[in-house]
């Protein structure tokens, strides 16, 4: 019923910059919190930040400072804008969405497939 479709990953140098978008398509009555995670290989997922439906964000102690989050609730989206990238912020990174489809319908949580970030000299 509702897709999360991430992008914006790529390759980039130590201290360089990324902003990633996640757009959410579908049977939407209201996107709730939506958020981002990151997972680096042999680790468990973990939480980026994230972001309610009226502005109010929380980060990582890691990220505070560095990523900023931010979405446009007209176009159910949600972006990461990631600054002074390090190489341990290399990960996929995973848009995730609380959303109600229907007025009166439960919360349902969803995930995006994930983007590749690396960063490498």
């Known amino acids: 019923q509702v897709q999360l479709v991430e992008s914006g990953g790529g390759l980039v140098q130590p201290g360089g910059s990324l902003r990633l978008s996640c757009a959410a398509s579908?049977?939407?009555?209201?996107?709730?919190?939506m958020a981002w995670y990151r997972q680096a290989p042999g680790n468990q997922r973990e939480l980026v930040a994230t972001?309610?439906?009226?502005?109010?964000?929380n980060y990582a102690d890691s990220m505070k400072g560095r990523f900023t989050i931010t979405r446009d609730n007209a176009k159910n989206t949600v972006f990461l804008q990631m600054n002074s990238l390090k190489p341990e912020d290399t990960a996929v990174y995973y848009c995730?969405?609380?959303?109600?489809?229907?007025?009166?319908?439960?919360?349902?949580?969803?995930w995006g497939q994930g983007t590749q970030v690396t960063v490498s000299s």
């Open positions: 995730n969405a609380d959303v109600q489809s229907r007025r009166f319908e439960v919360i349902r949580t969803y």
């Open positions: 579908g049977i939407i009555f209201r996107a709730n919190a």
């Open positions: 972001i309610t439906s009226g502005g109010s964000t």
